[in-house]
């Protein structure tokens, strides 16, 4: 009988004098995983650019003045900013967490029997991993690298990517019905400053405002709705792409069962929440057999 902690305890420590090249070193912060991949750093500065355009241009050019006209409530005001501000912090905590960091090899023992090795990095890995060349290291249950995070998406930070798809189709819905509002039923802003350039040019901040946020909800709408069923009959999407499903062999877990796996321990509430540490239930390097 395996002490599965113990296994657990010594697999997951930190191996002495191991910098992770995949990191970078902050003040006060310590050391957080960043990949040095320049592509993927672009992508994700579009992403930024992205938010930051969209939700400029929904707060100042019809939240703001349609709270000072009053034909706004506040609290619209308010659910867009908390919403564009979990969307924000669930991109940090997608990009800038280990995906699926391999857990150290105990020799061929107990749970480590399947485990196989990596081809390209010569690391033992557990079934499920995947060498990620993007990354430069194995991932373990890789989902599949996005460069628009510039990372890979794997077992440590997959409810991440998932809190981001929720909140980007959430912003991107919200903004979309705003900019609708905006152009058929608010009335033109009377308080607001009529001299700023985004005030005297915003009918073309609202037509680009209109694509942006209508792209973003369904992209991500789909996005989300893929990766939901992919958990529900947990499979990664490269296991799909690698073996493609027929109706007869999909069989549905229960969703509470396969959130539960996803976002590991603690309470149901925070699985909205991109905060805090994900304490997985059980590794998947120590599930067998798998
Ligand atoms: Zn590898
Ligand atoms: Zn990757």
């Known amino acids: 009988m395996i002490d599965i902690d113990k296994v657990m305890n010594i697999m997951l420590s930190e191996p002495e004098n191991e910098i992770p090249y995949n990191s970078v070193k902050i003040p006060l912060i310590g050391r957080i995983h960043f990949v040095k991949d320049q592509e993927g750093q672009y992508y994700s500065l579009l992403v930024l650019a992205y938010w930051i355009y969209g939700t400029f241009s929904a707060l100042f050019i019809i939240i703001i003045p349609g709270v000072e006209?009053?034909?706004?409530?506040?609290?619209?005001?308010?659910?867009?900013?908390?919403?564009?501000?979990?969307?924000?912090?669930?991109?940090?905590?997608a990009s800038l967490t280990n995906p699926g960091k391999v857990p150290r090899?105990?020799?061929?023992?107990?749970?480590?029997?399947?485990?196989?090795?990596?081809?390209?990095?010569?690391?033992?890995?557990?079934?499920?991993?995947?060498?990620?060349?993007?990354?430069?290291?194995?991932?373990?249950?890789?989902?599949?690298?996005?460069?628009?995070?510039?990372?890979?998406?794997g077992e440590s930070n997959h409810f991440a990517f998932m809190q981001l798809l929720l909140y980007a189709f959430l912003l991107g819905l919200f903004s979309f019905i705003l900019v609708m509002c905006h152009f058929w039923v608010f009335p033109k802003c009377v308080a607001c400053n009529k001299d700023a350039f985004y005030i005297k040019h915003s009918i073309w901040f609202m037509y680009l405002e209109f694509l942006l946020s209508l792209n973003m909800a369904l992209m991500m709408g789909l996005q989300l709705s893929q990766q939901h069923y992919n958990i529900l009959i947990n499979k990664t999407t490269l296991e799909r792409i690698a073996s493609p499903l027929t109706l007869d062999n999909v069989r549905l877990r229960k969703c509470y069962h396969s959130y539960r796996e996803l976002c590991g321990k603690g309470l149901v509430i925070f699985w909205l929440f991109p905060v805090g540490r994900r304490r997985p239930l059980l590794p998947y390097a120590l599930q067998y057999p798998v």
């Open 105 to 153: 090899y105990l020799g061929s023992d107990g749970a480590q029997t399947n485990w196989n090795k990596c081809q390209t990095c010569g690391r033992m890995r557990p079934p499920r991993s995947h060498h990620c060349r993007r990354c430069g290291q194995c991932v373990t249950k890789m989902d599949h690298h996005c460069p628009w995070i510039n990372n890979c998406v």
């Open 69 to 93: 006209d009053g034909i706004i409530s506040t609290w619209v005001l308010y659910g867009y900013l908390l919403v564009a501000a979990l969307c924000l912090m669930s991109f940090i905590r």
